[in-house]
C-alpha cells in the first residue's frame, strides 16, 4: 500500500512525493517533486524551483537521501534569470554569497546571490514542518499547542479522533500521526482515525485534495458540514470516538451532539436549535465503553466561560483550562563596535580603533566588577579558563580582517568574549495563541455492567 510520506518517507526522496525544500530555519517550502524530462516552463533542464539562494532543478533533488544538503545548479534562465539575481540583493541569510556577481548596470551586486553559490536542504514532510510550511487558510494550531493537546486528549495508535473545525489542517496532520498505528490495511476499527468537519465549502475543497495528494484518505475523513446544526453522525452512523477536538468559534454549540444521551432542554446552551429525534433513537456519536477526552480551543475567555458552562450542565468532568505560554529565547553576545569577524570571515561592525578598544575597557572594567560580585573564587576561575580557551579558539580561526592596534590592545582583554551575554524573549502577548479547555465524559456504566462486575469481583460479599 502507498503509506503517507507523513507517516512513514522512506529514505530516499521519491517522484511525486511531497518534500519540503529547507531555504532557513523559517523559510521552508514545500514542493511536489517531478521526474520531468524535457522542457518544462522554458527549461530545459525540466522542472526547476527558483529561490533567493539559486535554482534546483527537480532531477538534481530525486531519488536522494532525505536531509541532503543540494547545492544550486546554473540553470539557463535568459533574461529573466538576471532580473531574478538583482531581485536576490540583501539577503541576510547564512547562505554563500558571492560579491563578485554583478547587477545589469555592471556595478557589482552586493550579497547577491549566483544561481550555483546557495544550497538546500530537502526534507521529509512531518506535521511540525507542514504547520509552518502549510497554506494558510485559517488561524492554525501550532506545534507547542497541538502536542500538548494530543497528549492530554489521550491520542494514541488505534485512536478515533472527532476534530472541528478542519481549517488548514494543521492538527489534523499532527492527530493523524499519533492515531495511526503502523498497519495500514488493519480494518478501520484498528487502524486510527480523524473524523474532521468543515463547513467552509473552499477550505473543505482545499483540505480534501491535500488528504489525498499527502496520501491520507483512509486515514482522515473530512466531511463538509455545520456541526453546530448537524452534529457528527457520518450517515446516520456513529464515528465512535473517544478523543475531541474543537476549534471552533463557539464550541459550546457543538458540545450537545458530542452526548451520550439526548440533552433535555434545560442542559442546552441558549443558542442552540432544538436537536432532531427522540430520546429513544438518539445514537452518540462516541464510544460508550470508554472514557471520552475532549480540548476545546478558544483564544478568548468569554468563550472558555460559555464552554464550561455547558460543559457542566452536560456531564463532563475534570473540566481545566491550560495557556501554553510557549516562548523563544533568543541568546546573543552583545557586539562592542570593534572590527569583529563573524565566522565567515565578514566584518560585523565596522568603528575607529580607538572608540572600539575604550569600549572594550569599559566593558572588562563592568565584566570584573559584576563577577566579583557575584560569582565565588572557583567559578570566576572556570570563567576565565572558558574565556582564553573561546580566545584562543578565534585566533586559531585566523582573523585577516583584524585591525593591528586592537589586536594587540586587546590580545589580554579577549574582546569578542566581553560582550555581555543577553537574551531577550518574545512579547509577552504574541506568546496567547488561545485557552485550552480539557474534560472527560466517564464511560457509560449500566446497572447489569454494575452486576456482571459484582459477579466477577465480590468485594462487598
Ligand atoms: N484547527 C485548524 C488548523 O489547525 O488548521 C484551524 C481551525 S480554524 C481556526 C476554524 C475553522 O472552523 C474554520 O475553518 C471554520 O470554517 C470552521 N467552522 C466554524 N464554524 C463551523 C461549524 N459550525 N461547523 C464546521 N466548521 C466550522
Not at 312 to 322: H, P, S, T
Amino acid at each position: 500500500p502507498n503509506i503517507s510520506p507523513f507517516l512513514d518517507p522512506g529514505t530516499l526522496t521519491t517522484p511525486s512525493s511531497l518534500a519540503i525544500v529547507h531555504l532557513s530555519r523559517d523559510n521552508l517550502q514545500p514542493v511536489y517533486l517531478r521526474d520531468y524530462s524535457g522542457v518544462v516552463d522554458g527549461y530545459a533542464e525540466g522542472a526547476v524551483i527558483n529561490t533567493r539562494f539559486g535554482s534546483f532543478p527537480h532531477s538534481t533533488l530525486l531519488n536522494i537521501p532525505w536531509g541532503s544538503q543540494v547545492r544550486a545548479s546554473i540553470v539557463d534562465t535568459g533574461s529573466r534569470g538576471r532580473k531574478r539575481k538583482i531581485a536576490q540583493v540583501g539577503d541576510g541569510d547564512g547562505q554563500d554569497k558571492d560579491s563578485e556577481n554583478t547587477a545589469s548596470d555592471g556595478k557589482p551586486a552586493r550579497n547577491a546571490v549566483t544561481a550555483s553559490s546557495g544550497f538546500v536542504h530537502i526534507l521529509p514532510p512531518t506535521p511540525e514542518i507542514w504547520t509552518t510550511s502549510l497554506p494558510h487558510r485559517t488561524q492554525v494550531v501550532y506545534t507547542p499547542d497541538y502536542s500538548y493537546i494530543l497528549h492530554r486528549i489521550r491520542a494514541r495508535p488505534g485512536m478515533r479522533i472527532i476534530e472541528a473545525g478542519a481549517g488548514s489542517g494543521s492538527f489534523t496532520h499532527a492527530a493523524v500521526r499519533a492515531v495511526y498505528n503502523g498497519y495500514p490495511d488493519t480494518p478501520d476499527e484498528k487502524t486510527g482515525k480523524i473524523f474532521s468537519f468543515e463547513f467552509d465549502k473552499s477550505r473543505y475543497e482545499k483540505m480534501q485534495e491535500e488528504i489525498h495528494s499527502h496520501g491520507l484518505d483512509g486515514l482522515v475523513q473530512l466531511t463538509h458540514r455545520d456541526v453546530y446544526n448537524e452534529g457528527f453522525l457520518l450517515d446516520g452512523e456513529s464515528p465512535q470516538a473517544e478523543c475531541i477536538f474543537l476549534d471552533l468559534p463557539a464550541p459550546w454549540r457543538a458540545l450537545p451532539h458530542l452526548s451520550r444521551r439526548r440533552p433535555k432542554p434545560n442542559q442546552l446552551p441558549a443558542d442552540a436549535k432544538a436537536l432532531n429525534g427522540t430520546d429513544s433513537d438518539w445514537k452518540s456519536p462516541l464510544r460508550a465503553d470508554r472514557s471520552v477526552y475532549i480540548c476545546t480551543f478558544s483564544p478568548c475567555i468569554e468563550q472558555v466561560t460559555q464552554t464550561i458552562e455547558v460543559m457542566r450542565r452536560l456531564g463532563w468532568m475534570e473540566i481545566e483550562m491550560v495557556e501554553v505560554c510557549h516562548k523563544k529565547i533568543n541568546v546573543a553576545r552583545e557586539r562592542v563596535g570593534l572590527n569583529m569577524p563573524n565566522d565567515r570571515g565578514t566584518n560585523l561592525t565596522p568603528g575607529s580603533v580607538d572608540e572600539a578598544v575604550t569600549k572594550l575597557r569599559e566593558v572588562e572594567i563592568r565584566f570584573r566588577e559584576f563577577h566579583a560580585k557575584t560569582q565565588d573564587a572557583d567559578a570566576t576561575m572556570e570563567d576565565d579558563t572558558a574565556e582564553k580557551e573561546a580566545a584562543e579558539d578565534v585566533n586559531m580561526n585566523g582573523d585577516g580582517n583584524q585591525q593591528d592596534g586592537a589586536a594587540e590592545d586587546t590580545q589580554t582583554t579577549k574582546p569578542w568574549m566581553l560582550g555581555r551575554l543577553t537574551h531577550r524573549t518574545e512579547a509577552e502577548l504574541k506568546t496567547h495563541t488561545s485557552y485550552l479547555v480539557f474534560a472527560v465524559l466517564p464511560q457509560e456504566w449500566s446497572e447489569e455492567q454494575e452486576a456482571a462486575a459484582f459477579e466477577k469481583w465480590p468485594c462487598g460479599k
